[in-house]
């Protein structure tokens, strides 16, 4: 009984020699905050425009595979186009699967909404560990699939929208382009995305899960909003003050201006913080594609510049 007494002794002892597993060392896997969406604004005759837009040099950055859910067939060639625009500006290694549903929206005035599928944080090859990436952008900078059972995007598309399936960008006044809004969605399930959350009730806001996104969002006197305490009525009201994107290579893209993020006054689920301002882009022409609006006839078949080296910073390692 001594001689096991002493051995069990000694096994205790070497435990706590032995390293514990550092949970800080844990990849962590969850489902995003939440959703962001484009909506109808109502608007028609619409004076700006972006039609597809053929580039010279046609090589894909990634490759994407679509899972459609009820889409209809013909609504498959615009899906395919929005895709093929983004595979030539996000770049990445690993295929992007897509999930794309059509179904019939709560909210008639939203014409689609998406979501990363999963985010990660603390991954090998994470250029921050506290921050929360989405599926494919962790994917682009791990350099391998984290979760090969899961698509990277889910974008749900609504089946009650006057939709204008051409390519050709020559959308009728009292129809909505699906390239646009397909287009536009990929960007938020690509990680053009906020990890907030806003309570209407109390004006308290949070940062839930704090994104690359939300890492460059920054209020008037330099503050970073995931700097702030959280949850907080400073953060809630950060949220619908005025914040701006403080990327270099999107400050310098928008002609050396921070650019300024959708930010109302009365809090918009899925449109604030999440999207371009509305009234400084809507109107520029390509840049508009991240504005969170869609007005009947509007066109643009292009992430837009500014999108692109906002994206490009995403993926900074």
Not at 176 to 188: G, K, Q, T
Request: proline share 7%; hydrophobic share 40%.
């Amino acid at each position: 009984m001594r001689i096991k007494s002493f051995l069990l002794s000694i096994l205790i002892a070497l435990s706590f020699l032995s390293p514990i597993p550092n949970a800080s060392a844990l990849e962590i896997k969850v489902a995003p905050a939440g959703w962001a969406s484009i909506f109808a604004s109502g608007d028609s005759n619409v004076a700006t425009s972006t039609p597809r837009i053929f580039y010279a040099n046609l090589e894909k950055k990634s490759s994407f595979v679509p899972i459609y859910n009820n889409v209809p067939a013909e609504a498959k060639e615009a899906i395919q186009a929005a895709i093929d625009i983004w595979s030539q500006n996000f770049k990445s290694s690993v295929p992007v699967n897509i999930s794309i549903s059509w179904t019939r929206p709560i909210n008639d005035s939203v014409l689609a909404s998406a979501s990363a599928k999963n985010v990660f944080a603390n991954f090998t090859g994470a250029p921050d560990k506290t921050l929360y990436y989405t599926s494919a952008l962790a994917n682009a900078l791990a350099g391998r699939d984290l979760d090969v059972n899961d698509p990277e995007l889910v974008i749900e598309v609504s089946s009650n929208a006057n939709w204008y399936f051409g390519t050709d960008g020559k959308c009728p006044p009292r129809s909505y382009d699906l390239v646009s809004v397909i287009l536009h969605e990929m960007a938020h399930g690509l990680g053009f995305m906020s990890g907030s959350y806003y309570d209407s009730t109390t004006g308290e806001g949070r940062i839930l899960q704090p994104t690359p996104f939300d890492a460059y969002a920054q209020l008037p006197d330099g503050r970073r909003l995931i700097d702030l305490p959280s949850p907080s009525l400073e953060i809630g009201k950060a949220m619908t003050t005025a914040l701006f994107w403080s990327g270099a290579n999107g400050v310098k893209a928008n002609n050396g201006i921070k650019p300024l993020l959708f930010t109302p006054s009365i809090y918009e689920r899925g449109s604030s913080v999440s999207h371009l301002d509305e009234k400084t882009f809507s109107n520029t022409g390509e840049n508009s594609a991240s504005t969170p609006n869609l007005a009947a006839g509007e066109v643009f078949h292009s992430p837009g510049s500014l999108l692109v080296a906002m994206f490009d910073q995403l993926q900074e390692r």
